[in-house]
């Protein structure tokens, strides 16, 4: 499992969080984490009707009706809590799962902003509208990142469905397609056996709770100043040749131009340093020093190297990065499935290794299914 990420460590104040265990509840089979739609057991979701909060914030030490509704409303998307109608430790530690999945600020406190999320994902309707959103009334919620909209569902498309599609590969679950953006019945299948796996409720939906579980056990992207982290290290200085064009060393490692800017020849350096290293699906994103390095992986190492990047992104996170089009000394191909660069007419791809089984390789190849990008400036 990947360390968790960094914007989840507030949850912490309230006691340690074990990623592996739900929360401690007096539970009923409906609200049991362990419940399975598939064995005939109550999902937290089908409990019956569930009641708008009224209040305009809660937070602990409240009491009554309302924060019995909170807790119920909790409950409803996937984060079983005990209903006491008194708002503890334990339905905070839920509030704040429930805000780290939404992106909120993790502060357990129950505002404006935290009960609105929460009572769209309690009562949003099983369907996808127009372009993949999901309706909430007449409105629909355009995707934008993992966990804003929940439950994410069977018939959704968008950069979320994306990113769940990414998360459920990297965790290995077995049979997760290839990333598309479309939550067809591959992607239905690969969510219910992540359920299974991780017991719970088997019913194919990612609520609040299967998503917090999957967040929770993909962890964070590597981030400026991580151990290995290129940006910062001494990189060993590339062998130059004269002109404006890379060479392929005899070794399958780059020679990098005398003309280029100083970036490029850092990305150089970057990437001969993990040039040779396996490929692994999800390598070079949890950590900057990996064992091995998928394509997007590879990629983000070696533009961190040069300055041209914070943390790594996925083949998709590319899609709208830099500049459109070719670069003079970088060029990106991007698509959901895969992606690759040329820098100063040298291919760094993980696909068809070229000499000495190095990412760097004289051939192209067809650029027709990609996006095309570069980096500002390159």
Known sequence: MLHLRRTFLPLLALGALAVTAAPATAQTAASSPSATVESGA???SAQGPLHRVTAKSLKVGATGTNVRRLQALLTGVGLPTEITGEYGSETARSVQRFQFVSGLQ????????????LHAAASAAHSAGSRGGLR???????PKR??????????????DVLRLQDYLRRVRVKGAPRPDGEFGSRTLAAVRRFERTTKRPVDGRMDAGDLFRLLTEVGGDAAPGDLGDPGDAELPAPQLAPGDKAKLGSNG?????EDAPEEVKQVIAAGNKIAKKPYKWGGGHGRWEDSG?????SVSYALRG??????????????KWGDSGKGTWITIYTNSGHMYMVVAGLRFDTSGRGAKGSRWQKAMRDPSSFRVRHPAGF
Do not use: E, H, N
Request: glycine letters at 16%.
């Open 42 to 44: 109550v999902s937290p």
């Open 106 to 117: 993790t502060s357990g406190l129950s505002g404006p902003m935290t009960l609105r999320a």
């Open 136 to 142: 909430f009334g007449q409105s629909v919620v355009t």
């Open 146 to 159: 993992l966990g804003s909209r929940i439950p994410v569902v069977r018939g959704m498309s968008g950069q």
């Open 253 to 257: 490692l780059a020679i990098a131009p």
């Open 293 to 297: 390095y998928d394509c997007s992986g």
């Open 306 to 319: 040069g300055g041209l990047l914070k943390s790594p992104l996925p083949s998709y996170g590319f899609f």
